[in-house]
C-alpha cells in the first residue's frame, strides 16, 4: 500500500508517495538520492544510517517513513553551510577520524546531537555517545579526539 507524506529534509521539503514498508533509510537514498546515511547492519548496530529526526538522532534504517510525516530530518549532506565543512567535519578530517569513509557520517550525525546537547562533553561522554556507532579502520581514538577538537573550535567561534 502507498501512501503519501510531506518530509522536510535539510530544509527542503518534499512530498512523497511511497509504500508503506519502506524504511526512511531507502527514500533517502533511492527517492532523493541522499547517500550520506550508509546501509550498514540494516539492526540499527553500527549506526552508518545515522540522522537527526526533529532534532534526535536516529537510525534511519529502523524507522518506517511512513511513521515521519511532518518530520524534520537532518542527514550528513545538510551538515555543511554554503559549501564549508562543520568543525567537526573539519575536525576528523584534520585529526585523521577518518580513513574508508564508510562509518563517518553515521559518527558525524551522533557527535553533532551530542555538541549540540553539550557543547563542552567529557572524553568519556563522547565515548558513550559513540558508542552506538561502529567503525573497523580508525580505533576510535582519533574520532573521539576530533570531537573534543571540535568541541574547543566551536567554544572559540560562540
Known amino acids: 500500500m502507498k501512501i503519501p507524506i510531506k518530509l522536510t529534509v535539510n530544509g527542503d521539503y518534499h512530498e512523497?508517495?511511497?509504500d508503506t514498508r519502506r524504511t526512511l533509510l531507502d527514500v533517502l537514498r533511492q527517492e532523493l538520492n541522499l547517500m550520506g546515511a550508509h546501509r550498514g547492519c540494516d539492526e540499527g548496530e553500527c549506526g552508518a544510517c545515522t540522522i537527526h529526526v526533529n532534532g534526535l538522532p536516529m537510525n534511519s534504517c529502523l524507522l518506517l517513513a511512513a511513521d515521519l510525516d511532518g518530520a524534520e530530518i537532518?542527514?550528513?549532506?545538510?551538515?555543511?553551510?554554503?559549501?564549508?565543512?562543520?568543525?567537526?567535519?573539519?575536525?576528523?578530517?584534520?585529526?585523521?577520524?577518518?580513513?574508508?569513509?564508510?562509518?563517518?557520517?553515521?559518527?558525524?550525525?551522533?557527535?553533532?546531537?551530542?555538541?549540540?546537547?553539550?557543547?563542552?562533553?567529557?572524553?568519556a561522554e563522547i565515548r558513550s555517545t559513540l558508542s552506538g556507532n561502529l567503525c573497523r579502520c580508525t580505533g576510535y581514538v582519533k574520532i573521539v579526539e576530533a570531537v573534543m577538537s571540535a568541541s574547543e573550535q566551536l567554544a572559540i567561534s560562540n
Open 16 to 18: 512523497l508517495y511511497i
Open 74 to 123: 537532518l542527514t550528513v549532506e545538510g551538515v555543511a553551510t554554503n559549501g564549508d565543512m562543520h568543525p567537526l567535519q573539519q575536525a576528523l578530517v584534520e585529526k585523521g577520524g577518518i580513513q574508508c569513509g564508510f562509518c563517518t557520517p553515521g559518527f558525524v550525525m551522533s557527535a553533532l546531537a551530542l555538541l549540540q546537547e553539550n557543547p563542552h562533553p567529557t572524553e
